[in-house]
């Protein structure tokens, strides 16, 4: 006969530790110059757990520019394709599809390069197809350098 709690011990599921994307080069990253508000690289997409809390994310700044970088995250592709190094003007119909935004603002220097963390988010993301969509794009304008593309890394915690 089972009891109760057996069966609570029989279905009990365990959740995983966390998980983290490792190291990703912003995709489609042409070395140029940037003006305000245009999107550097093209949108990528990282697999990511379908259900998690972004707790953290690391803007690494290889081209040490220590300029603002925001970058816009959501469960499916934009409708429309927005080029590196073109103006970061999202249609409403994309705008709608934006779940979250960081904002990379405070760097820490490293003589050659800059890095921006950014803890204790706890920002709850749904990705029902386990994909998660990035885009980055610059307030202000800054030359990034060919041998030196910018990187970024987000982690997840299990979302219960």
Same mark, same amino acid.
């Given at each position: 006969?089972?009891?109760?709690?057996?069966?609570?011990?029989?279905?009990?599921?365990?959740?995983?530790?966390?998980?983290?994307?490792?190291?990703?080069?912003?995709?489609?990253?042409?070395?140029?110059?940037?003006?305000?508000?245009?999107?550097?690289?093209?949108?990528?997409?990282?697999?990511?757990?379908?259900?998690?809390?972004?707790?953290?994310?690391?803007?690494?700044? /290889?081209? +040490?520019?220590?300029? %603002?970088?925001? $970058?816009?995250?959501?469960?499916?592709?934009? #409708?429309?394709?927005? @080029? =590196? *190094?073109?103006?970061?003007?999202?249609?409403?119909?994309?705008?709608? /599809?934006? +779940?979250?935004?960081? %904002?990379?603002? $405070?760097?820490?220097?490293?003589?050659?390069? #800059?890095?921006?963390? @950014? =803890? *204790?988010?706890?920002?709850?993301?749904?990705?029902?197809?386990?994909?998660?969509?990035?885009?980055?794009?610059?307030?202000?304008?800054?030359?990034?350098?060919?041998?030196?593309?910018?990187?970024?890394?987000?982690?997840?915690?299990?979302?219960?």
């Amino acid at each position: 006969m089972w009891s109760l709690q057996s069966i609570k011990e029989a279905v009990r599921i365990k959740l995983p530790p966390g998980y983290e994307t490792g190291r990703l080069e912003i995709a489609g990253v042409v070395a140029a110059a940037y003006v305000a508000n245009d999107a550097i690289g093209t949108q990528f997409s990282v697999k990511v757990p379908k259900g998690s809390i972004l707790a953290c994310a690391t803007y690494y700044d /290889l081209s +040490d520019l220590n300029v %603002q970088v925001n $970058v816009a995250i959501s469960r499916q592709p934009f #409708r429309t394709l927005i @080029l =590196d *190094n073109a103006q970061f003007d999202v249609p409403n119909v994309d705008e709608l /599809l934006i +779940d979250y935004e960081l %904002q990379f603002t $405070v760097f820490t220097d490293h003589l050659t390069s #800059r890095s921006s963390y @950014l =803890d *204790n988010i706890g920002r709850d993301l749904k990705f029902p197809k386990g994909t998660c969509w990035l885009q980055a794009w610059t307030p202000a304008a800054q030359t990034i350098v060919a041998s030196r593309l910018p990187q970024i890394e987000l982690k997840f915690r299990p979302d219960s």
